[in-house]
């Protein structure tokens, strides 16, 4: 037998939306906390480390806030299937039940169900803080002992009695004779006959546990096929309807423990008029809402380009110093070029993305934070859902102009499955912040510095078209697939609508923190590894074919009378063609070639697949792979981007000797980049939600598809018809 | 028959406010029961959204946001 106290001890946080469950769990936890990403469960719970006492450690588990045990949407099936399954690997060892005391009318009905599955509980109740400002009386002790577990008074927000709810966790979770109460619920005849079959047939000891079986038995993921067919038999053959016997126990339930909240809480008369209510008569309002969300978004979205234009400047100029400082003191020898060229090359493309990602998540955090999300899902419900999506996707598309794999995930408050994989599916349209640097540098190349109308700049106009292709690639997207899916499954959106507050900062910080440290270190995994790969491509060839190439190039500069820096870059460039990168682009050019691409823009877009911003990333290695390294180091960084771009501007087509970047290829190249699916991660992320690889397929084709029509018919539309030769 | 005895949110006027008696649909009583909308709670209507179909309501001074449907399934004392 194993040591009882060498095993870690799992703790659940659980409560409803909107209890203030985060921020305890940030309370409790801090910075050692993580975002699991647990094989055979689609949905991320947050786990956090715990230290009692005497130095040992339980792990604290947040699971998604649900009002009950009958869910309606797949975070909250997440809470009903662990808990009715004890060889889940997520099964607690006892529950910190979070209830808002300002609301406890309303807080207390999962609380009664857990209490029934007889598991070691305790409660906190939370918000403790506006409770007192709010002038409500609240007997703690008299209600731990109506409802016979532990209950601790808190405020997570300020942190009041946040030792005290420690120590009580760690007696809860050590108490080793704990004996299960008295179930709440009375269950109806039927439901008794029901439950005894069950317990019978399946071996189940807790009644309560039963009924979930026998409500959720179609599906609950881990029972087996055998057992979902006993289940199916005991309710048939008892003529359980379950939905009926849903409401029948809510209403008993809170029958049973509103009583109680009466007798225990006194709140004063409230007024008619408060704060949020003075707010949301601006904001929600008919003609001022909409427009004040947009507004809301124009600010969110200058604040992204014009304040983290700073920060990535330093990061950049950071790198590229670095990578000077070890070319002028390493050896000239493969290895530094692989270290400056590859790694150091890939990582500061990676950390780019920082201040954008950070800055965007902190916005969007907060508006969250303060009950504003919420709003824009009321006040936009019905527009997307002509579109065949759902107010709550709007959260998932804004989130997506930072980056689709986060967004995707918060697709999981959608109840309706086809909302919700319409969702998923044209989220990764939105602009995200990783096409911002590929947007840049073809605007930069294709578009004139003019004004139009004498104070637009055509630059900006440009890129907020590009953002705006990318709503309406999403909205029709989805607009097409409600067409094709349909569906008999029921669409909700009942959702509360919170009380105002200021954000809570520890847990904006801890947010921002996370989704940060998400995308650097699971999505610059892949960044790093392809430019890592990208530079040994570029830089090796089959054979000897690159010493070849450089023989005969040095021949030919000869020749040509290049003078020093050509002849440098004409091998360098020479070199590259002959490399495995430069036969790569050769033989997909045939394919790009309709939309205006040559060679070096091919390879480019094979390694944007890996992830979009590879692809400025690429281009600069493969144009400064020809430049004296002296050249571009002395110069400004600015004045370096513009040496990248005027270099992809004398770049000619082999064959034709016409200039590779027209406009109409540099618009082309845009709206390609707009509209293909170019990231691993995203991809990755829909598998895991979608539960296997069709739909991410499908996405794969039917987005690349549509991005090489559109660059297509752009490249066709722009280009001059070709002079007669 | 029994048609008469009731209304729904529908049929409020802004800031009018009426008793909850019951469900007309099992699956929308579930949800609604669980977010706490219960038969004898005080439902105010205090706006619509921008394109009418979705209802903001509260419900002993909680706030919600309904879906015409969802709306339409709370049957109010006249």
Redesign the interface.
């Known amino acids: 037998m194993m040591d009882v106290d060498a095993r870690i001890l799992k703790i659940a946080l659980i409560g409803n939306p909107n209890s203030g469950k985060s921020t305890v769990f940030n309370q409790l936890t801090g910075l050692r906390q993580k975002t699991g990403n647990f094989p055979g469960i689609t949905v991320d719970l947050k786990e956090g480390s715990m230290r009692f006492s005497d130095g040992r450690e339980a792990m604290l588990i947040d699971f998604p806030g649900t ?2 045990l ?1 869910p ?1 949407s797949s975070d909250e099936k997440l809470v009903s299937t662990v808990l009715a399954n004890p060889a889940d690997k997520f099964f607690p060892d006892a529950i910190v039940y979070v209830a808002d005391v300002t ?1 406890l ?2 807080h207390l ?1 999962l609380l009664t169900q857990l209490l029934d599955l007889g598991m070691p509980i305790m409660m906190a109740l939370n918000m403790s803080d506006t409770a007192a400002s709010m002038g409500i009386k609240i007997n703690a002790s008299k209600i731990a002992e109506a409802l016979d577990i532990p209950v601790v008074l808190v405020s997570g927000r300020r942190g009041d009695n946040i030792s005290k709810l420690k120590q009580d966790i760690e007696k809860l979770a050590k108490n080793t004779d704990f004996k299960p109460r008295r179930p709440v619920y009375k269950m109806s005849a039927l439901e008794k006959q029901v439950t005894e079959a069950v317990c019978l047939n399946l071996n189940v000891e807790n009644p309560y546990r039963a009924l979930q079986l026998a409500h959720h038995h179609k599906w609950f993921p881990f029972l087996h096929p055998n057992e979902k067919a006993v289940l199916a038999t005991i309710v048939q053959t008892k003529d359980f309807q379950s ?2 016997a ?2 029948d126990e ?2 008993d339930r ?1 029958d049973r423990f509103t009583p109680i909240v009466q007798d225990t809480i006194q709140k004063p008369p ?1 007024f008619p008029n408060t704060p ?2 003075r707010i ?1 008569a601006v904001l ?4 001022a ?2 427009l004040i969300f947009f507004a809301v978004m124009m600010l969110v979205f200058q604040a992204i380009f014009d304040w983290s234009v700073y920060p990535m400047d330093w990061i950049e100029s950071g790198f590229s110093g670095l990578s000077e400082m070890l070319q002028n003191n390493l050896p000239a020898h493969w290895t530094t070029e692989l270290l400056t060229d590859g790694i150091i090359a890939g990582l500061s493309g990676i950390m780019i993305f920082v201040p954008q990602i950070a800055l965007l998540f902190l916005l969007i955090t907060i508006l969250e934070e303060v009950g504003y999300m ?1 709003r824009v ?3 936009f ?3 997307m859902r002509r579109f065949g999506m759902n ?1 709550r996707s709007v959260v998932a598309l804004i989130g997506g102009s930072a980056c689709a794999v986060p967004a995707i995930m918060s697709s999981r408050t959608i109840g309706n499955w086809n909302e919700r994989l319409i969702t998923v599916m044209v989220t990764p349209f939105i602009s995200c912040s990783a096409r911002i640097p590929v947007y840049l540098v073809l605007i930069g190349l294709a578009v004139p510095k003019v004004k139009v109308f004498g104070f637009l700049g055509a630059q900006s106009l440009v890129f907020a078209a590009m953002y705006a292709l990318g709503v309406v690639a999403a909205l029709l997207s989805g607009w097409a697939m409600k067409r094709w899916l349909h569906t008999r499954e ?1 669409s ?8 105002y507050r200021m954000p809570f900062w520890k847990n904006v910080w801890l947010t921002v923190w996370e989704k940060v440290s998400a995308f650097a270190i699971g999505a610059g995994k892949v960044i790093l590894l392809v430019s890592i790969a990208l530079w040994a491509l570029a830089r090796f060839g089959p054979g000897d074919a690159i010493a070849t190439a450089r023989a005969e190039a040095s021949i030919k500069a000869d020749s040509m009378q290049l003078g020093p820096v050509g002849t440098e870059d004409f091998i360098k460039q020479s070199e590259l063609e002959a490399s495995w990168a430069g036969q790569m682009g050769k033989t997909i050019e045939p394919a790009i070639r309709p939309l205006g691409y040559d060679w070096k823009i091919g390879i480019a877009l094979l390694t944007s697949f890996a992830a979009r911003e590879v692809f400025t990333g690429t281009l600069a290695v493969l144009y400064n792979m020809g430049s004296a390294e002296g050249d571009i180091n002395d110069r400004s960084e600015n004045e370096a981007k513009t040496t990248l771009r005027e270099k992809m501007k004398r770049e000619t087509f082999l064959d034709t000797g016409q200039p590779v970047y027209s406009l109409a290829t540099a618009l082309s190249l845009l709206v390609f980049f707009a509209l293909a699916m170019q990231c691993m991660s995203t991809l990755a992320v829909v598998r895991r939600e979608t539960g296997g690889w069709k739909w991410p397929a499908f996405q794969f084709v039917f987005m690349t598809g549509l991005a090489y029509l559109y660059a297509w018919l752009v490249y066709v539309a722009f280009s001059s018809p070709l002079p007669p030769s | 028959m029994m048609q008469r005895r009731y209304r729904s949110i529908l049929d409020l006027k802004i800031n009018e406010s009426a008793k909850a008696l019951a ?1 007309s649909d ?11 909308v ?2 004898g709670a005080v439902v105010e209507l ?9 209802y ?1 309501i509260k419900v ?8 015409q449907e ?1 709306a339409s399934s709370i049957l109010l004392e006249i």
């Open positions: 009002y009950s009958y309606t609301n009318e309303k009905l939905l009926r849903q409401v809510t209403l809170f409230t949020t209510d949301d929600t309002h008919k003609f809402g909409p919420a899902v009321f006040l419900d019905k527009t107010g029921r909700f959106l009942a959702i509360e609508l919170p009380v | 469900f099992a699956e929308l009583a579930c949800k609604l029961t669980s977010m706490g219960l038969p205090v706006r619509l959204s921008p394109f009418g179909h979705a903001y002993d001074g909680i706030r919600f946001a309904l879906r969802e």
